[in-house]
């Protein structure tokens, strides 16, 4: 695959510049999403509140596939790591809320926590994109 078949995208995070990372990548028809949290720059939106952190992180995430020019409708699957299983619902809820008509397959898992003890979720995407 030639470079010119990968583009990447940032969004911002100080993360992406201290760890090397971009937010997504396109690679021929796929594009892929990081690990998203619902952090903005420096503020933690819905801190204490698993649903409003997945909304947010699941926000951010689809901002990053729409600089490629998709929606939701091209998300193929989903993954949701969570700090606590008490939060399953909380965060199946946002889920089904802007997944329920796309259907993702979609892996949720129970972390040992995050690098900040206030993020309950973390999030990944990746979608399709016809070439």
Known sequence: MTSEAVRRVQSGSPWEESFGFAR????????VVAGTTAFKGDMLYGEGDPYEQAKVAFGTAVDAIGEFG????????????????????????????????????????VVDGFMDSRVLVSVELEAFREQ
């Open 24 to 31: 997504a990548v396109a690679a021929g028809d796929r594009v």
């Open 70 to 109: 998709l929606g939701i409708e091209s998300v193929i699957r989903t993954r949701v790591y969570l700090a606590h299983a008490r939060d399953v619902d909380e965060v199946g809820r946002a889920h089904k809320e802007l997944f329920d008509a796309v259907r993702p397959v979609t892996t949720l898992l």
